[in-house]
């Protein structure tokens, strides 16, 4: 039972190293496949994903979302790259 215990604990650092690895390598291949551009009719700061994505939709892009640039939100546009 003493045996289980000890093994448990590494057990599950092995784990949880290779759950983050695999979450980060994933990460990476998306936002790779994507490339943002600023909107240009966008006015004002970006609180709204919803409404900064269909802003960049009628601008011809795939999507948009909002993101700090500096100290101000912005809308970023997506598009396939």
Known sequence: MALCRRMAAPFFLVLLIIVAAETATARVVV???????????????????????NVCKTEKFTGGKCKMDGTSRKCFCLKFC
């Open 31 to 53: 936002e790779e496949k994507h490339c943002l551009s600023q909107s240009h009719s966008f006015s004002g700061m970006c609180f709204s994903h919803t409404n900064c994505d």
